[in-house]
């Protein structure tokens, strides 16, 4: 192995015509080439198999449903995601969630994505309802995975940088408008809220049947005028979670490696998370289906609480979290189908994100300097209130901040894009809770507002 591995560095062995070298340097090329890898495949089967769905859509013989859509996100996603992480800067800013989530929009914007293979991404996302699937064993996982006490003091602790942010985030971002002439209301409920809402069909759908209520505008218009926002917050976001992350790889003490909370035995807590238990193929596809359980149960008190389902689910893993009711091997289950689901589908279900959930069009349109100046210094105020308010509350800021990031993204879409740019998945539950809980808090009172206001 030694020696294959020397001679395919050999300064003889260029990339160029191999036609007159003899049989060794031929080899020797092949077995470099070989040696390539985008995500877990070696490059001449990630060729190979691209190949095989390309030319399936080409011929309009790609499956559109699960298989055919897994196939097309997953072959975008590998070269995506591994591009991303070693392009020079742009891998130290998330550059893998910013590829996957703006080259397949670009691509659908510009019509260079194949009508079939188009189908087949919104048969897995929308269909299949694959986005959901993977929330449910992120947010069943890590918080049946998580050290009961972080979890219990992240709950309690998260909602004082959480409500400290938004407050100076409106103020520093209607400030910045001022400057650039807006009027703080339109400010407010056109750029600020739509950013602060918690995504588009959680925050902008309801936030524009609201405003198109009392104002007696058509719903779509204020839909077009209330996206661009939530979508160059979002950006914003995904970018500063991948600074945070370097942030903390250059200064490890402002780090928590993922853990939210200072507790006193971080050592014990770390060593213990980074500590892996041998595979269980049978326990994964018990989490799995604990993962679909839980989901299941919030979409059905839904209705009779009040509560959204994506809440309730996270609030019952907690509470079988803390009461113990589930046996420790079942735990190890779901957070082992958690880990199987960041691993191999995070980069693919981006993919998946970029060409149904973020519009081209209208994210070019709305980019101009004073608007993309107003979103930047929201969320980056947000973001800067999260990381003082953790230090002040013991927790660690790197992962503070990221939560307190994750209130401008895009819902379930935006907390996945931003928790992979930083590498820091396990913050899923209290992402959701801060992207779900702080956008419904922001729709309620903008449209109240806005009510009192007319």
Same mark, same amino acid.
């Given at each position: ?287 799995? *289906?604990? =993962? /679909?359980?839980?989901?299941? +149960?919030?979409? $059905?008190?839904?209705?009779? &609480?009040? %509560?959204? #389902? ?108 931003? *928790?992979? =740019? /930083?590498?820091?998945?396990? +913050?899923?539950? $209290?992402?959701?809770?801060? &992207?779900? %809980?702080? #956008? ?15």
């Amino acid at each position: 192995m030694d020696h294959a591995v020397a001679v395919s560095d050999s300064p003889s062995v260029g990339l160029g015509p191999v036609t007159g070298e003899s049989p060794v340097q031929t080899q020797s090329f092949l077995r470099k080439w070989a040696s390539y890898r985008v995500g877990p495949l070696p490059l001449p089967l990630y060729v190979a198999i691209a190949a095989v769905v390309i030319g399936a859509a080409l011929v309009k013989k790609l499956p559109a449903d699960m298989i055919g859509g897994f196939a097309c996100i997953m072959v975008m996603g590998f070269l995506l995601g591994d591009l991303g992480a070693k392009i020079p800067v742009l891998k130290h800013i998330g550059g893998s969630a910013i590829l996957c989530l703006f080259v397949p929009s670009a691509m659908l914007g510009y019509k260079i994505l194949h009508p079939e293979m188009l189908k087949s991404i919104t048969a897995v996302m929308k269909t299949s309802n694959f986005l959901y699937l993977y929330i449910a064993c992120l947010v069943t996982g890590s918080m049946l995975g998580m050290n009961r006490k972080v979890l219990i003091q992240g709950f309690l602790r998260m909602f004082v940088p959480l409500a400290v942010g938004t407050v100076v985030a409106v103020s520093a971002g209607v400030g910045v408008g001022l400057l650039f002439g807006y009027d703080p209301l339109h400010t407010f409920f056109y750029i600020i809220v739509p950013i602060l809402a918690g995504g588009i069909g959680e925050g902008i759908l309801p936030l524009s049947i609201g405003y198109a209520e009392i104002l007696a505008k058509p719903q779509p218009e204020l839909i077009a005028m209330l996206i661009p926002a939530a979508l160059i917050g979002n950006v914003v976001a995904i970018v500063s979670a991948g600074v945070l992350k370097r942030i903390g790889e250059k200064k490890p003490k402002y780090s928590g490696q993922g853990l939210l909370v200072r507790s006193g035995n971080d050592m014990e807590l770390l060593k213990e998370q980074g500590a892996e238990k041998p595979l269980d193929l049978s326990l994964m596809g018990a989490g799995l *289906l604990m =993962a /679909c359980s839980m989901f299941i +149960l919030g979409s $059905f008190l839904s209705p009779f &609480t009040g %509560i959204p #389902g994506p809440i309730l689910m996270i609030l019952g893993a907690a509470i079988l979290k803390v009461s113990k009711l589930i046996p420790a091997r079942m735990e190890l289950g779901a957070h082992q189908m958690y880990k199987f689901m960041t691993t191999n589908l995070t980069f693919p279900l981006l993919v998946g994100l970029g060409v149904l959930y973020v519009p081209w069009n209208d994210l070019v349109k709305a980019f101009t300097l004073a608007y993309f100046c107003i979103c930047t210094v929201t969320v980056l105020t947000m973001i800067g209130a999260g990381w003082l308010v953790g230090v002040m509350m013991k927790m660690y800021p790197v992962e503070s901040a990221v939560v307190t990031a994750c209130h401008s993204g895009l819902g379930g879409t935006g907390d996945v894009a931003i *928790l992979s =740019a /930083c590498n820091r998945m396990g +913050l899923m539950p $209290f992402a959701q809770i801060s &992207t779900r %809980i702080g #956008g419904a808090g922001m729709v309620v009172l903008a449209v109240f507002m806005l009510k009192a206001l007319s």
